[in-house]
């Protein structure tokens, strides 16, 4: 690494830490020619591979439009989508691969999505998995509906004829 200050070529370093979210590592160097000291910030750049072979840079933007667009008219802020936008690309780092095929993506952002709006999460997935018929919804919708039943305790019904006894209640 060149210093910023006189140029000269090798520099030396003298602390590393990682950043709060993990994201990148901030580096403490001095010029052994000048002795001034600098500060570098090394972030891992996620690149995406799409189906085309095409090389792109990861754009959060890119998953916050995509998913609005499933969002549209649903009670779903733009913190939620920031959000869901970061819990994504940290999911895709914590994986440590630098090149993510495109499907990868659309895989991490399912998860989230469903926890946020469910929805949303069957206009997406019906894209991203190609729906063709009417059965490849209701197959998706079945599974939301166990995944749903599954997560909820079981509550005893009260028999309706019970519920309008005024002596039971």
């Given at each position: ?5 006189c140029r000269h070529a ?160």
């Amino acid at each position: 690494m060149h210093c910023p200050f006189c140029r000269h070529a090798d520099t030396k370093v003298s602390d590393s830490r990682a950043t709060e979210d993990g994201s990148a590592i901030r580096r403490r160097r001095m010029c052994p020619a000048c002795e001034r000291k600098f500060t570098t910030v090394e972030q891992i750049v996620l690149t995406v591979v799409k189906r085309s072979g095409v090389v792109e840079p990861f754009s959060r933007d890119k998953v916050i439009g995509g998913v609005s667009k499933a969002c549209k008219g649903r009670p779903v802020s733009a913190a939620q989508l920031a959000s869901l936008a970061q819990r994504v690309e940290e999911s895709l780092r914590a994986s440590g691969q630098a090149e993510i095929p495109a499907e990868s993506i659309g895989v991490a952002i399912l998860g989230p999505l469903e926890e946020l709006d469910a929805v949303a999460y069957l206009r997406f997935a019906s894209v991203y998995r190609n729906y063709e018929s009417v059965d490849d919804f209701q197959r998706e919708i079945d599974a939301i509906r166990l995944g749903q039943d599954e997560a909820q305790p079981r509550r005893e019904a009260t028999p309706p004829a019970l519920a309008q006894d005024p002596l039971i209640s």
